[in-house]
């Protein structure tokens, strides 16, 4: 799992979106963005980054772009490239130079993000054209940073989570809900790297967990990572992934299916997976290098 979570920032793919009547993921891979239809056919190189997200109409990505300074300080921002064009725009008014992870609202027109100021993580808000930045939740030095953060259905709230909990917090930073990750699913827990996604009617969260399980495998290291979906209205979590399929970095597809990466044991690669979000119809999708899968589903199904 560490080897994983070292890849993890390296080669990430984000978003599925529609794109000329087509689904459409958007990936990085040695810190390139790329765009490609779901089953990972007809890739085409955008920009050079990390982080991609595709926007819900799938004609713009959002990504990082990174500039190394030293041996271990980088500077990095939010960007904007135009899927037909590659023409790309860079924030460079948003007041840090650590901005990471942008993820898009349902319609389009801001893009969620966390960014490093006075030694600690905020939860930034920001136009898609890069104008009008605000922040929607002030870290501090005494709490946990909120990681892994996702815009919900209605566009008013957001879902994120600190290793311990899980929250939605209104646009203003209030928390309208908390979950304890432990209680809603025993012996598990979320890294900082863990994901959160939402189905595309909202009712349902894909958690990205930890499990405190022996993987009985010779080349794994490190917790099992699984699936679990987590019904909003029940408040029940239910296990996507089986105990002998490894899965992390879901994904909705629509309400019924999702993507994740997993590897099979043996394997040095981690590879593309879809799957019906009741455990059936495993189907193996992409073997190209992808070691990281974050994405939204297509909204307009």
Sequence with gaps: MKEILALAFVLITSTIAAFAGEHRIAFERSDAVYVANLDGTAEKKIADGIFPAISPDGTQVAFNTVEKTSDTTYIRHIAVTDVATSKTTVFKDVPSNNSYYPTWSPDGKRILFTLRQNEVWDLGLINSDGTDFRVLKKGAQDEVTRYSPIWARDGQSVFCQDMTNIY???????????????????????????????????????????????????????????????DLDS???????????????????DNDNILFLSRAPGEKNDSIYRMSADGKNLKRRSRRGISRLSARPNLHL
């Design 168 to 230: 939605r917090l209104g646009l203003d930073g209030a928390v309208l809900a908390q979950w304890k990750i432990g209680k809603i699913i025993p012996n598990g827990d979320m890294s900082s790297d863990g994901r959160i996604d939402v189905s595309p009617n909202g009712k349902r969260l894909l958690l990205g967990i930890d499990m405190s399980e022996e993987s009985n495998r010779k080349d794994w290291d490190g917790p099992v990572p699984a699936l679990w979906s987590f």
């Design 235 to 253: 408040q029940q979590a239910v296990r996507i992934t089986p105990k002998k399929l490894f899965g992390w970095d879901g994904c909705w597809v």
